[in-house]
């Protein structure tokens, strides 16, 4: 009896756990929100191909790491996350000594991001300013080069679907 009474404590409190989880795996959102919808990003940069990356990147990771069902159609959905890309930059970062041409370039892009219950039209999950960077490297021999910044944007764009999704699970 009186070790049963030693063993209790210990069992409730690993019942009732410590709250912790990992990372990336709440799901926080109404239960009500069962499909998402993803449109076109607006565009307010001259860099075209990282606003056309996005919804197919978010679309996928929303389809792998999560319950929720993606719809083409707005009017079908749930929810509605909607973003518009702001700002667009890219420098060199890092010039090589010999020639002194640049041999690193970082992007950084400027996103507004904002996840919709559309049949209240409140907001779930607003992100007026979410910056992300990406690196890449130019080569400096002319004869080897290859144009990196395709792969590099599309390499953003799957950073920005990690951490989009992520903050709206986590309501973060």
């Given at each position: 009896?009186?070790?049963?009474?030693?063993?209790?404590?210990?069992?409730?409190?690993?019942?009732?756990?410590?709250?912790?989880?990992?990372?990336?795996?709440?799901?926080?959102?109404?239960?009500?929100?069962?499909?998402?919808?993803?449109?076109?990003?607006?565009?307010?940069?001259?860099?075209?191909?990282?606003?056309?990356?996005?919804?197919?990147?978010?679309?996928?990771e929303f389809?792998?790491?999560?319950?929720y069902r993606?719809?083409?159609?707005?009017?079908?959905?749930?929810?509605?996350?909607?973003?518009?890309?702001?700002?667009?930059?890219?420098?060199?970062?890092?010039?090589?000594?010999?020639?002194?041409?640049?041999?690193?370039?970082?992007?950084?892009?400027a996103l507004?991001?904002?996840?919709?219950?559309?049949?209240?039209?409140?907001?779930?999950?607003?992100?007026?300013?979410?910056?992300?960077?990406?690196?890449?490297?130019?080569?400096?021999?002319?004869?080897?080069?290859?144009?990196?910044?395709?792969?590099?944007?599309?390499?953003?764009?799957?950073?920005?679907?990690?951490?989009?999704?992520?903050?709206?699970?986590?309501?973060?």
């Open positions: 009896m009186r070790r049963n009474l030693l063993l209790a404590p210990l069992a409730l409190s690993l019942l009732a756990g410590c709250g912790y989880h990992v990372s990336g795996h709440a799901d926080l959102l109404p239960k009500n929100i069962r499909t998402i919808a993803i449109p076109a990003f607006g565009n307010a940069t001259v860099r075209y191909r990282l606003g056309d990356l996005l919804p197919g990147a978010l679309t996928r389809l792998t790491r999560t319950r993606i719809v083409a159609d707005p009017n079908e959905a749930d929810a509605i996350l909607s973003g518009t890309l702001v700002n667009y930059n890219s420098y060199p970062a890092v010039f090589d000594p010999a020639s002194g041409r640049a041999s690193g370039v970082i992007m950084v892009a507004s991001i904002t996840l919709t219950d559309r049949a209240t039209g409140k907001p779930l999950f607003v992100r007026p300013s979410m910056e992300v960077r990406e690196r890449y490297e130019i080569s400096v021999d002319s004869r080897a080069y290859f144009e990196e910044s395709y792969t590099a944007v599309e390499r953003m764009s799957r950073d920005v679907a990690r951490s989009v999704v992520s903050a709206v699970l986590e309501k973060f």
